[in-house]
């Protein structure tokens, strides 16, 4: 059919066509018409191939390419003007992201926080270190707050504490003490919190009347408080954030005695797959500080969990680690603890006035934990996800504690004798100087 149709000059289209009891072809030699109005017994749902001139083909695809380049054209300068865009859409994100960081802290005017001390007086301070002064306020709205007022030699600088006042903001746990607002005019430097009316941890359990307020219930709510608290730290939130002062007197109490972890001028924040770090700046409290981290400046998750071990069993026993005296011997707290604990006498580490108050498994399950945790070395404690696990199942089987680190006091090691105490001085029998300027 084809050869037909280019033999004929005259054919200006043809078809094929099924027709009843065979097969046909179609062909126009005139101008073209609808065929469905000559046709309509037809079904026609065929192909029909038009004969074009050369001349419209050429300007056809001539069109075409045209088309095509234009195209292209208008991609390619939607391109170039979309990259940039895209570059500064992503850095005014990261702008505003920045600001909103920083604006998670509102700043307060110096002026504000004066009238709020009673301009700094002597009569509302409420706390004192090597940072500077702690004070009581009051805003104008009736919101008491406390004020930590940076000292000049506190040996922080501006962007130290630009940087310490937005990680606390970023930090949102009901065991961590809330940051309301912060100050920087001129040399002052100050961080506003909520205030915490029942003081700090230490002001209870280290005085022989008032800890008689702190039943054995409560001291265990504490104790399950902070450690919730520093799971947070090193696993919950954004941060993997390390303390690295934790002590009693950093633990504040609120008005129901719920704790709220404090002081974070020391943290550290570890990044990426990085487990330990060191210092050669050694910064912390004696009898809270682990081995590694006293004696190398070595610290890491597990320098808290030893941290978090001595307070559990300062919580328990109502003593200090630090200073810790018996009549018998010259072991500190950890390891009264430890030698009561392999005789079959843990029990005679809980503070006296407990008496009536204690449940003997759970005052047990927490000194063997606080004995876990005060281990010589960092691989033996267990992380705080375990910590809190291990306090909160009461029929979980619990690891036997090994040595704790530090368990001696002022160099004395048991076994020796009287004169060779001096001499006598170990790993586990170091007094550590504090090289702690805040």
């Known amino acids: ?85 895209t570059v500064w859409m992503k850095t005014k994100n990261r702008g505003l992201e920045s600001r909103e960081e920083e604006e998670e802290v509102p700043l307060i005017d110096s002026s504000t926080i004066s009238v709020a001390t009673n301009n700094f007086s002597q009569a509302n301070m409420i706390g004192k270190g090597g940072f500077g002064h702690v004070y009581k306020g009051i805003l104008s709205t009736g919101q008491e707050i406390a004020v930590k007022r940076l000292s000049n030699n506190s040996g922080q600088g501006v962007e130290e504490f630009k940087s310490e006042v937005v990680l606390i903001g970023k930090l949102q746990h009901r065991n961590l003490v ?56 090193h696993q919950d939130s954004k941060l993997q954030i390390i303390h690295r002062d934790l002590k009693a007197s950093n633990i504040l109490l609120d008005h129901d005695l719920n704790p709220k972890i404090s002081d974070f001028g020391l ?66 707290l950890l390891g009264n603890a430890w030698v009561l604990w392999n005789n079959g006498r843990a029990l005679e580490v809980k503070d006296v006035c407990l008496e009536d108050s204690f449940i003997e498994s759970q005052v047990l399950r927490c000194i063997q934990v606080g004995l876990l945790c005060v281990q010589m070395f960092p691989e033996d404690r267990p992380e705080m996800s375990s910590v809190v696990f291990m306090l909160a199942n009461e029929g979980l089987l619990l690891p036997q504690p090994k040595q704790p680190g530090f368990f001696t ?15 006598s001085l170990t790993r586990n029998a170091m007094s550590i100087t504090i090289q702690n300027g805040r």
Request: proline share 3%; hydrophobic share 35%.
């Open 267 to 332: 943290v550290r924040i570890f990044r990426g797959d990085v487990k330990e770090a060191n210092t050669k700046r050694i910064a912390g409290t004696h009898g809270y500080m682990s081995p590694e981290y006293a004696t190398d400046g070595n610290f890491s998750l597990k320098s808290d969990v030893f941290s978090f071990g001595v307070l559990l069993l300062e919580i328990v026993s109502g003593k200090q680690n630090r200073g810790f005296r018996h009549p018998k011997h010259d072991l500190n």
């Open 178 to 233: 809330g940051l309301l607002g912060s100050c920087i005019q001129g040399d002052e430097r100050m961080l506003i919190y909520e205030y915490m009316p029942n003081k700090s941890l230490d002001y209870f359990i280290f005085d022989d009347k008032r800890s008689k307020f702190l039943s054995w219930r409560k001291r265990f709510d504490i104790i399950i408080g902070i450690a919730k608290g520093i799971l947070y730290l």
């Open 1 to 85: 059919m084809r050869g037909r149709v280019l033999q004929n000059c005259s054919c200006r289209a043809y078809a094929n066509s099924d027709v009843s009891g065979g097969r046909g072809c179609l062909m126009w030699f005139r101008d073209l018409i609808d065929i469905r109005e000559c046709s309509p017994e037809f079904n026609w749902g065929q192909d029909i191939i038009l004969r074009v001139p050369a001349s419209e083909l050429v300007q056809y695809k001539k069109k075409r390419i045209k088309i095509i380049v234009v195209v292209s054209a208008i991609t390619g300068i939607f391109i170039m003007v979309l990259g940039p865009c």
């Open 409 to 423: 006091e002022r160099g004395f090691i048991p076994g020796t004798t009287s004169s060779s105490k001096e001499k």
